[in-house]
């Protein structure tokens, strides 16, 4: 198998963007802020979609993904979180975690309505002192609220 994912998750712990692990996933900050608060869920389990994981492991995957948007949300208080599970680059259940705000876009729609020199602009990367902040705010709330 050759999964960047899996890949990733090998050292994922040295990622300067690594939040924290939790049960079922690992929570890293987005290299790009367009959307500040972006944050990934990146599931430990590899498969392409969610019916292919076990129940159990499933349920609590699902109720920690909604745990680390809720911390994301109320961190950043957008007005509406966009939870997107595709995977059609990279088939292993990663979730991309994007807190809106009214106006963030030309017209209300997807993310991906934007061209990716504007999603991925290099002026939306944090330096290293909001990267600490930003990673260090969305803990605090998970663990807070867990």
Known sequence: ???KMCEMEKNI???PYFIMELETGYVVLGWFQRFKGY???ICK???PELHNLELSFKIKHLEEMSI??????N???PDKMNYELLGNG???IHWHLYPRVKGDTPIISSVYQLSNEELFDESTRPDEEQRKELKEKIKNEIMRIR
């Open 45 to 47: 389990e590899h498969g």
């Open 39 to 41: 944050t990934l869920f």
């Open 90 to 92: 990279c088939p292993h």
């Open 75 to 77: 961190m950043f208080k």
């Open 1 to 3: 198998m050759n999964c």
């Open 68 to 73: 680390v948007a809720e911390a994301v949300s």
């Open 13 to 15: 712990k040295d990622d």
